[in-house]
Protein backbone atom coordinates (compact mmCIF):
# COMPACT_ATOMS: atom_id res chain seq x y z
CA UNK A 1 0.00 0.00 0.00
CA UNK A 2 1.31 3.61 -1.02
CA UNK A 3 2.04 5.42 2.06
CA UNK A 4 -0.36 8.40 1.29
CA UNK A 5 -3.25 5.52 1.37
CA UNK A 6 -1.89 4.37 4.85
CA UNK A 7 -2.52 7.21 7.03
CA UNK A 8 -4.28 9.54 4.27
CA UNK A 9 -5.66 11.74 7.49
CA UNK A 10 -2.47 12.44 8.50
CA UNK A 11 0.22 11.42 6.27
CA UNK A 12 2.24 14.54 5.20
CA UNK A 13 4.51 15.13 2.56
CA UNK A 14 7.37 17.33 2.29
CA UNK A 15 8.65 18.08 -1.74
CA UNK A 16 11.48 19.88 -2.46
CA UNK A 17 11.99 20.58 -6.03
CA UNK A 18 15.78 22.18 -6.63
CA UNK A 19 15.74 24.51 -10.33
CA UNK A 20 18.43 26.13 -12.16
CA UNK A 21 16.40 29.76 -12.21
CA UNK A 22 13.47 30.24 -14.02
CA UNK A 23 13.90 28.32 -17.51
CA UNK A 24 11.55 26.74 -18.97
CA UNK A 25 12.57 23.24 -17.54
CA UNK A 26 11.90 24.31 -14.09
CA UNK A 27 8.55 26.39 -14.97
CA UNK A 28 7.32 23.09 -16.51
CA UNK A 29 8.60 21.11 -13.89
CA UNK A 30 7.06 23.38 -10.60
CA UNK A 31 3.69 23.26 -12.59
CA UNK A 32 3.85 19.75 -12.98
CA UNK A 33 4.41 18.83 -9.51
CA UNK A 34 1.79 21.26 -8.18
CA UNK A 35 -1.03 19.88 -10.59
CA UNK A 36 0.10 16.25 -9.44
CA UNK A 37 -0.14 17.12 -5.85
CA UNK A 38 -3.33 18.86 -6.49
CA UNK A 39 -4.88 15.86 -7.81
CA UNK A 40 -3.38 13.36 -5.59
CA UNK A 41 -2.45 14.59 -2.53
CA UNK A 42 -5.07 17.71 -1.58
CA UNK A 43 -4.20 19.03 1.34
CA UNK A 44 -1.19 16.92 2.55
CA UNK A 45 1.79 18.35 0.74
CA UNK A 46 4.55 21.21 0.83
CA UNK A 47 6.39 22.12 -1.83
CA UNK A 48 9.99 23.90 -0.98
CA UNK A 49 11.49 25.20 -4.00
CA UNK A 50 15.12 25.54 -4.03
CA UNK A 51 16.60 27.93 -6.96
CA UNK A 52 20.42 26.42 -7.02
CA UNK A 53 21.35 29.45 -8.77
CA UNK A 54 20.67 31.24 -5.17
CA UNK A 55 21.52 28.77 -3.42
CA UNK A 56 23.93 26.30 -4.81
CA UNK A 57 25.65 24.79 -1.59
CA UNK A 58 22.02 23.36 -0.88
CA UNK A 59 22.84 20.70 -3.58
CA UNK A 60 24.91 19.09 -1.63
CA UNK A 61 23.04 18.00 0.88
CA UNK A 62 20.48 16.06 -1.25
CA UNK A 63 23.45 15.16 -3.65
CA UNK A 64 21.65 16.59 -6.58
CA UNK A 65 23.58 16.01 -9.78
CA UNK A 66 20.74 17.08 -12.26
CA UNK A 67 18.12 19.79 -12.92
CA UNK A 68 15.23 19.87 -12.23
CA UNK A 69 15.05 17.40 -9.58
CA UNK A 70 12.49 16.98 -7.06
CA UNK A 71 12.79 15.14 -3.29
CA UNK A 72 10.42 13.28 -1.31
CA UNK A 73 12.18 14.31 2.29
CA UNK A 74 8.81 12.73 3.86
CA UNK A 75 7.37 10.56 4.05
CA UNK A 76 10.64 8.30 4.19
CA UNK A 77 12.64 6.60 2.54
CA UNK A 78 13.28 9.53 0.52
CA UNK A 79 13.26 9.67 -3.65
CA UNK A 80 14.41 11.63 -6.02
CA UNK A 81 13.05 12.15 -9.65
CA UNK A 82 15.08 14.16 -12.05
CA UNK A 83 13.24 16.01 -15.12
CA UNK A 84 10.58 18.07 -15.68
CA UNK A 85 7.61 15.88 -14.36
CA UNK A 86 5.65 15.76 -17.43
CA UNK A 87 5.15 12.01 -17.01
CA UNK A 88 2.33 11.67 -14.70
CA UNK A 89 2.84 7.63 -13.86
CA UNK A 90 6.41 7.94 -13.42
CA UNK A 91 6.07 10.61 -11.20
CA UNK A 92 3.22 8.88 -9.51
CA UNK A 93 5.44 5.63 -9.23
CA UNK A 94 8.70 7.48 -8.10
CA UNK A 95 6.64 9.01 -5.09
CA UNK A 96 5.22 5.46 -4.00
CA UNK A 97 1.86 7.33 -4.94
CA UNK A 98 1.19 4.65 -7.16
CA UNK A 99 2.35 1.18 -7.04
CA UNK A 100 4.67 -0.19 -9.81
CA UNK A 101 2.45 -1.35 -13.22
Not at 10 to 35: C, D, H, M
Not at 67 to 90: A, C, H, Q, Y
Request: net charge neutral; hydrophobic share 45%; aromatic share 4%.
Amino acid sequence: MAPAQQDAGEEKWILRLYVAGQTPKSVAAFANLKRICEEHLEGMYQIEVVDLVVNPALARNDQILALPTLVRRLPPPMKKIIGDLSNTERVLVGLDIRPLP
